[in-house]
């Protein structure tokens, strides 16, 4: 297992992009790229070899549900943990995203003071099982 150092995160909220960026790189130590679209993320995910993909749900053009189903069919996400940021985290709502193969959500607003953690958190979980 690598160490979690790289992360993607896909949003298309600027101001969100800026908080999430700042949260885990300077508070958690990542090196983030942000994409701000589904599309973006498919064109970079595999010069950037993400260890972990934050993934908005409701974007233009792409949105989360198919960044992912696009995503898996371009590299391997067995060792990737994906989590949904959202609101929208109503228990069928959160139970679709995991069918889908999120390994966690995150809720939005996040605390740019725990984002780093949550993370952390997410990705040992995943590769706990």
Not at 29 to 53: M, R, Y
């Amino acid at each position: 297992m690598d160490e979690l150092k790289r992360i993607m995160h896909v949003e298309d909220d600027p101001s969100i992009q800026a908080v999430a960026r700042v949260a885990l790189e300077v508070v958690g130590g990542f090196q983030v790229l942000t994409c701000s679209s589904g599309q973006e993320a498919l064109d970079k995910v595999q010069d950037f070899a993400p260890h972990f993909i934050l993934l908005d749900v409701m974007m233009p053009g792409i949105d989360g549900a198919e960044t992912l189903e696009r995503l898996r069919k371009l590299v391997d996400l067995t060792d990737i943990p994906v989590a949904f940021m959202t609101a929208k985290v109503q228990p069928e709502e959160v139970a679709y995203y995991h069918s889908l193969g999120a390994s966690d959500v995150i809720i939005k607003p996040f605390s740019p003071m725990q984002l780093a953690t949550q993370v952390r958190n997410i990705w040992n979980k995943h590769h706990d099982r």
